[in-house]
């Protein structure tokens, strides 16, 4: 069973499975340089501030990126993430939200690819991981498996990451680990039961019960 995920979470910032705001920001504004002054051949100080410019350039491309995500303007918010990695080939969060959408267009080849380019810079970034082990689930399901397990080792309360594991264990006939990790899942979001399947249901804990409404509040007294 696969949690649906609809296009309007891409840009919510909610779980994983969404496009990343810059965690880059306070780049310094670079004043305009002095010409009279300014010497004909590059030194380590203009070459600092050319990058510097580049960076804020990038950091600035960046969020307008994410502004056109969530803008619904999915083919513009591809063009500014690849105008940052024309300035930071290694830019980790543009190459993870060309993943979200290529993810969300079905294009998953592409996803893992760029999903693989985030990691390349952070191996640790765990938005990357845990989208790459949801498009590995069917295909590659020991390799999901493993990634899911590095990601709750690092977050124990990753509940949409045990839910996924649970699945992935659950898929190799590894029904003893699923049910911990569904139950684990739920502990940390009971909301997640649902997605639970059938068979695992009763394992992994009740249903939370709905919020009584003031009539029946008022009866129970």
């Known amino acids: 069973m696969r949690c649906p995920m609809k296009r309007g979470r891409l840009w919510t910032g909610l779980a994983a499975v969404a496009v990343v705001a810059g965690v880059v920001t306070g780049w310094s504004k670079l004043s305009s340089p002095d010409t009279s ?24 491309l960046l969020q307008a990126g994410i502004k056109q995500g969530e803008l619904n303007d999915f083919g513009g918010a591809t063009r500014t993430f690849r105008q940052v990695l024309d300035l930071n080939p290694g830019n980790t969060l543009a190459w993870y939200n060309l993943g979200v959408i ?3 267009d079905n294009r998953t080849a592409e996803a893992g690819m760029d999903y693989d380019n985030a990691l390349k810079t952070d191996p640790a970034f765990q938005p990357a991981l845990y989208n790459k082990a ?27 990451a045990y839910l996924h594991l649970g699945q992935a264990l659950a898929k190799k006939g590894r029904d003893a680990e699923a049910e911990g990790a569904f139950g684990t899942a739920v502990r940390a979001d009971p909301s997640l039961h649902q997605l ?20 029946q509040a008022g009866t129970s007294r």
């Open 134 to 160: 949801v498009l590995l689930e069917e295909s590659d399901t020991d390799q999901a498996i493993e990634i899911l397990q590095r990601i709750v080792a690092v977050d124990p309360k990753a509940a949409t």
């Open 102 to 104: 290529a993810q969300h």
């Open 196 to 215: 639970v399947p059938e068979r695992f249901q009763e394992s992994a804990g009740a249903a939370p019960s709905p919020t009584p409404t003031s009539t």
């Open 37 to 60: 002054t300014a010497p004909t051949a590059p030194t380590a100080k203009s070459e600092a501030a050319a990058s510097d410019g580049s960076a804020a350039m990038a950091d600035a």
